[in-house]
């Protein structure tokens, strides 16, 4: 500010002022400034300081003591430095676990080599120049600012409460894993044996295999867990169906086929005839060639086209 300069006097010798209530000495005084338009009169002044001086300029002190005596003082005052600060707080975080900084960025940049620093330490014997500081503790924290000149200014800033992120991973289905993020910074992204998902936390195999998860939360924080899983998927194949129009039964296809994105269903009449093919989402009506076949028995072959190569076969029953 242009206004904040300040002055203190130290006055030796004359005859001071003693208040004939407390007994304190004193003397009176009046300053002569650039604002001054000359009517200034002398004032007690205990202290023999003076303040709301502004910087670049020089003032004149006129000091009276009891006998009227008087001597003056010449009292330049130089252009303040500008101490204005902000206080960046960062979240990071060393794999799980939160590693907050905080950096003290002075608008005026110019001023750092005769800046010290100190942390929520008021102590100017225990500042140094570090501007960065790592490791905080959830809360409140301070931090004072010191100048060559004497001039100091402090800034406070608010560390957030973290929890450490952590993650879980379960079977939660025959071909399911799911994977639970807590802690951390939220936003989590999610990773399935190295593939990114997004915010999906649920994980769809039919391979018995060992599961790596990884999650990272918004701060690039990250925790990882390998789960082994054993898919136990297991088709299921009717033994008749009733193609008769009712909705019940109208269609024959293996169950759980879901579990099985590649799986191919042959169906042969007695004569070893292929009548259908099916894949993952089909269903056969009872009809060859847009008529329907007899009641009767029908054989099956299911290839699961899966890592461990399934293959059914047998036979299933037509009513009509």
Not at 95 to 105: A, E, K, L
Not at 165 to 173: D, M, R, S
Request: glycine share 10%; aromatic share 12%.
């Amino acid at each position: 500010m242009a206004s904040d300069g300040s002055a203190q006097l130290t006055m030796m010798g004359g005859t001071p002022f003693v208040d004939i209530l407390s007994g304190v000495e004193y003397y009176e005084t009046k300053i002569i400034g650039p604002n001054s338009v000359g009517d200034e009169v002398f004032v007690r002044n205990d202290a023999l300081f003076f303040d709301n001086l502004m910087g670049g300029e020089t003032y004149v002190v006129f000091i009276r003591d009891s006998m009227g005596c008087e001597t003056n003082a010449v009292v330049p005052i130089m252009i303040g430095v500008d101490l204005s600060v902000e206080p960046i707080v960062e979240y990071g975080c060393e794999g799980i676990f939160p590693n907050s900084t905080v950096t003290i960025r002075m608008t005026d940049t110019s001023l750092m080599s005769r800046l010290l620093f100190s942390l929520d330490l008021d102590d100017m014997t225990l500042a140094n120049t570090q501007t960065v500081f790592g490791d905080l503790a959830a809360g409140d924290h301070t931090v004072y600012i010191y100048h060559e000149n004497g001039c100091a200014t402090s800034v406070d800033f608010t560390v957030d409460a973290y929890e450490p992120l952590t993650l879980t991973a379960i079977k939660t289905g025959p071909n399911e894993v799911t994977a639970t993020a807590t802690g951390g910074f939220g936003d989590y992204e999610y990773f399935f044996q190295g593939d990114s998902y997004g915010a999906v936390n649920v994980y769809l195999s039919n391979q018995d295999a060992n599961v790596m998860v990884r999650v990272v939360d918004r701060m690039g924080c990250e925790a990882t867990i390998t789960i082994p899983f054993k898919f136990t998927g297991m088709l299921v194949i009717p033994n008749f169906f009733t193609p008769n129009g009712d909705n019940m039964n109208d269609e024959w296809f293996p169950g759980n086929r879901d579990y099985f994105p590649n799986i191919e269903v042959k169906i042969y009449d007695r004569y070893g005839r292929v009548v259908a093919i099916l894949d993952q989402v089909s269903g056969w009506d009872g009809n060859y060639d847009g008529k329907a076949v007899p009641s009767g028995d029908y054989w099956y072959e299911v290839n699961a086209n899966d890592e461990d190569k399934q293959q059914f076969m047998g036979h299933f029953t037509l009513y009509r």
